[in-house]
């Protein structure tokens, strides 16, 4: 029994969570019931206070957990074979600027059936390095995850180089770091954070996101990143040690997810709510309103800090990339779902022969590049004109929706095999080893309606338990949801159609971390609370 000190506020004081059910009737026994007080007794969230984050404990389990996490996810790749995401030419543009070229052979069926994961020292010139057609440098935080890939390649008796299974075994060690703090950061008894972390580890090896650790693809520093400001936000949220150290984990893992991918900038609002979610409690409504500010301040100032970095990322992204995302939105996502694509053309402002690039790419024997008017797109198309055209056309959003619900729930890359060629795997064969999102992904393809109930529901239980104030999980709950509606428009209205599926892996991702969260948020839920005595 922990005793309750008089010179803390009651908000501040942890609350207790008892392992029984809340609404039980007197008298009334069932298998079902028995099987619910049984899970609530053994992985219950039980008292919030207990397992301290200083206690050496804790600690020990914290670091005994990440280190089972590292272990599963470096077997769950490479034994009894090593699998990964095969690339489908992207991934030069990135890892070059470490100076190697992939060993890989030149035809496109041949390189993308199987994974390559040798890439040798190489020298280039002009514009053979960075983005495709204009040679402009790739920016991820990736990088810091290729440059220790490339350290520990010749450690591990690789070629010459970087070898990208080097850099998955970077990603299985972050990751299991990334594990040891999120059981440190839960609320909760040690079965209770053992379990979630455990349900975010199956999560996370599903083939669906964990073949993205070996691959050049900038993927696994977005996974990772997403993460690791769930942690951070965690640590936040619960208190614990000085807190300007906890603001500064914060910005540091939102600064490393929003530069992963152009994608990610999505995370700023949703970041800069969940930075100035406070708890408000009676005795700081009582505190003056000077001190009420003070609390705000550092916050407020982390918010602006995160915003530069996410200007400074988007001011040194390829401005081709830009240009082709806008082509896509508007040939590939725009003109062939509409009912009139002459009149959508004129209100973009752009000539009416353009109707003939409608469902092209760059790429494409009918692209708009061969148009005569083709300067045009670039005069009059940006992001805040395609902004304006979704207001103004809010019937399109319906659609549009359907279509990013359909890529979700499809998140298989359609191009690209899991295995080495020399595994004895067949071309382009996909390893399902852990197909537990892909299973229920698959699943809820049947009933679409399913993943926005998916959404609702965490979203719900996220703000019943936010108002109970009992620990920072509700909170996490609500920001996931937004972060992934956010991600979610951001890629269907700002990137086009092309690769979608590959766009909507991080939406994909955010979506199955609301299984973990549904299952501590009802485990709270279904506890009951009381507050000690004074």
Same mark, same amino acid.
């Given at each position: 029994?922990?005793e ?14 008892a392992p029984?059910? /809340? ?5 009334t026994?069932?298998? *079902?019931r028995?099987?619910?007080?049984? $899970?609530a ?8 206070g ?10 020990g389990? +914290?670091?005994?957990?990440g280190? $089972?996490?590292?272990?599963?996810m470096? $077997?769950?790749?490479?034994v009894?074979?090593?699998?990964g ?8 543009q990135?890892?070059c ?17 199987f994974?390559?994961p040798?890439?040798?020292?190489h020298?280039y ?11 402009e440098?790739?920016?991820s935080?990736q990088?810091l /995850? ?9 450690? @591990?008796?690789w ?6 299974r080097?850099?998955g075994?970077v ?6 770091a @990334?594990?040891?703090g999120l059981?440190?950061a839960?609320p ?7 379990l ?8 996370t090896?599903?083939?669906?996101? #964990? ?11 977005a @996974?990772?990143g ?6 951070a936000?965690l640590?936040?949220?619960n208190?614990?040690g000085?807190?300007?150290?906890s603001v500064?984990i ?6 490393f997810?929003v ?7 999505s995370? $700023?609002?949703?970041?800069a709510?969940? *930075?100035?979610w406070?708890?408000?409690?009676r005795a700081?409504?009582?505190?003056? %309103? ?7 301040v ?11 970095v996410a200007?400074?990322?988007?001011? &040194?992204?390829? !401005?081709r990339?830009?240009?082709?995302n806008?082509?896509n939105?508007? =040939?590939?996502?725009?003109l062939?779902?509409?009912?009139d694509p002459?009149a959508d053309l004129?209100w973009?402002?752009?000539?009416r ?9 760059t790429?494409?024997?009918n692209?708009?590049?061969y148009n005569?008017h083709?300067k045009? =797109?670039g !005069?009059?198309?940006?992001?805040? !004109?395609? &902004?304006?055209? =979704?207001? %103004? ?15 979700l729930?499809?998140?298989?890359l ?12 067949g071309? #382009?064969v !996909?390893?399902?080893?852990?197909? &537990?999102?892909?299973?229920?992904y698959t +699943?809820?393809?049947a #009933?679409p309606?399913?993943?926005?109930g @998916?959404?609702?529901?965490t979203?719900l *239980? ?6 109970r104030?009992?620990s920072g999980i509700?909170?996490l709950a609500?920001v996931m ?9 951001? &890629?269907l209205?700002f990137?086009g159609q092309p690769?979608i599926h ?6 994909? =991702?955010?979506?199955?971390?609301c299984?973990?969260?549904l299952?501590?948020? #009802?485990g ?7 507050q000690?005595?004074?």
């Amino acid at each position: 029994m922990v005793e309750a000190r008089p010179d803390v506020p009651e908000s501040e004081r942890p609350t207790r969570f008892a392992p029984e059910p /809340l609404r039980r009737k007197s008298g009334t026994s069932s298998p *079902l019931r028995s099987a619910a007080a049984y $899970l609530a007794r053994t992985f219950g969230p039980g008292e919030v206070g207990s397992g301290a984050p200083g206690s050496s404990r804790l600690r020990g389990v +914290a670091v005994l957990s990440g280190a $089972l996490a590292s272990l599963v996810m470096i $077997l769950r790749l490479f034994v009894p074979q090593t699998v990964g995401m095969a690339d489908q030419g992207a991934g030069q543009q990135l890892l070059c600027s470490l100076g190697v070229r992939n060993l890989r052979p030149w035809g496109y069926a041949d390189f993308t059936n199987f994974i390559h994961p040798s890439w040798m020292p190489h020298q280039y010139y002009g514009e053979a390095c960075g983005f495709a057609a204009s040679g402009e440098p790739v920016y991820s935080s990736q990088l810091l /995850l290729l440059w220790l890939g490339k350290w520990l390649t010749p450690v @591990l008796a690789w070629e010459p180089g970087l070898d990208t299974r080097a850099v998955g075994i970077v990603c299985c060690v972050a990751f299991g770091a @990334l594990i040891a703090g999120l059981v440190a950061a839960l609320p909760g008894r040690t079965p209770f954070r053992v379990l979630i972390a455990a349900l975010v580890t199956l999560v996370t090896a599903d083939g669906v996101f #964990a073949d993205f650790f070996v691959s050049p693809y900038s993927e696994p520093a977005a @996974l990772l990143g997403t993460l690791a400001l769930a942690v951070a936000l965690l640590r936040y949220w619960n208190g614990g040690g000085p807190r300007w150290v906890s603001v500064l984990i914060v910005v540091l893992a939102a600064a490393f997810t929003v530069w992963a991918m152009p994608q990610m900038v999505s995370w $700023l609002p949703v970041v800069a709510l969940a *930075l100035l979610w406070l708890p408000v409690g009676r005795a700081r409504r009582r505190a003056s %309103t000077r001190r009420r500010w003070q609390a705000f301040v550092m916050p407020t100032a982390a918010v602006v800090a995160i915003a530069g970095v996410a200007v400074a990322f988007l001011a &040194v992204v390829p !401005k081709r990339a830009t240009e082709m995302n806008l082509y896509n939105t508007v =040939f590939a996502s725009i003109l062939p779902s509409s009912p009139d694509p002459v009149a959508d053309l004129t209100w973009l402002g752009l000539d009416r022969s353009f109707v003939t690039a409608s469902g092209s790419t760059t790429d494409s024997i009918n692209s708009a590049v061969y148009n005569p008017h083709y300067k045009q =797109f670039g !005069k009059q198309i940006n992001r805040g !004109k395609i &902004v304006a055209f =979704f207001a %103004t056309h809010p019937d399109r959003l319906i659609g549009l929706g359907e279509r990013g619900i359909s890529a979700l729930l499809t998140p298989e890359l359609r191009d690209g095999g899991s295995y080495t060629a020399d595994s004895g795997q067949g071309p #382009a064969v !996909k390893e399902r080893r852990v197909p &537990v999102v892909l299973g229920l992904y698959t +699943a809820m393809k049947a #009933a679409p309606v399913a993943l926005p109930g @998916l959404h609702l529901l965490t979203l719900l *239980l996220g703000f019943a338990v936010a108002a109970r104030r009992k620990s920072g999980i509700g909170r996490l709950a609500v920001v996931m949801v937004l972060g992934c509606w956010a991600q979610f428009w951001v &890629v269907l209205i700002f990137e086009g159609q092309p690769d979608i599926h590959r766009q909507m892996i991080l939406a994909g =991702f955010m979506t199955a971390l609301c299984v973990p969260l549904l299952v501590a948020l #009802a485990g709270i839920l279904a506890s009951k609370s009381t507050q000690p005595r004074s």
